[in-house]
Each structure stands twice: as structure tokens, then as C-alpha cells.
């Protein structure tokens, strides 16, 4: 059960990094939307949220499948 939870937190991961970075470390120029600079620290914790969810989306999803 913790190796799919972990499983799909390292895929998640990997598609954010991949999207970010598409031509390896990215462009300066790939941290600005709309004319403001996005703060690493902010991003980083957006994706931390979003495998916190999907861990405990699945932790619940195989509850449910075990009773």
C-alpha cells in the first residue's frame, strides 16, 4: 500500500518538474506570468499540497477496497 501511494508521489513529481523545466533547467524567463516573478518557495509548497492529497486520495481509495 505505501509503495503505490509512494509510487504515484514520485509520478506526480516528475510530471510537475518535467512541465516546469521542459528544455532541462528552463528559461529565466519561464518564472514570470503575467509580469510577476513566482516565488520558488510558494511553488514548492503547491507541489507538497498537491502529493499530500493524492496520498491521502489513494490511502482512502484502498481503505475503501479493503472492507
Known sequence: ????????AILIVSILVFKGYPNGLGNPQDDRVGGEQLDPVRKAEEVNQLIQDAAINKRQELEKQLQ
Do not use: Q, S
Request: charged share 10%.
Open 1 to 8: 500500500m505505501r509503495f503505490i501511494i509512494m509510487m504515484a
